[in-house]
């Protein structure tokens, strides 16, 4: 699995980060960034939680 942020439609609430903390952080600008392009295993579910919880659409997954 692959996980991008789109950094045009985040708009820095923290949910991301908030649900799955390996994954997603918040960078200088505020805005949420994955500190990693391959997903592992055991963060699968919380990645797809987060994309789900995103208010603004902006986590891509790619299964
Ligand atoms: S949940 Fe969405 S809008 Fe909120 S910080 Fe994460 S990527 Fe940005």
Known sequence: MKVKVNQDS?????AC????????ELNDEGLS????EE????????V???????PTGA???EE
């Open 17 to 24: 980060a908030a649900i799955c903390d390996n994954v997603f």
């Open 48 to 54: 797809r939680d987060a994309a789900d919880a995103c």
């Open 59 to 61: 986590i891509e997954v």
């Open 39 to 46: 997903v592992e295993e055991k963060d699968k579910e919380e």
């Open 33 to 36: 960034q994955a500190k990693v």
């Open 10 to 14: 985040c708009i820095g609430c923290g």
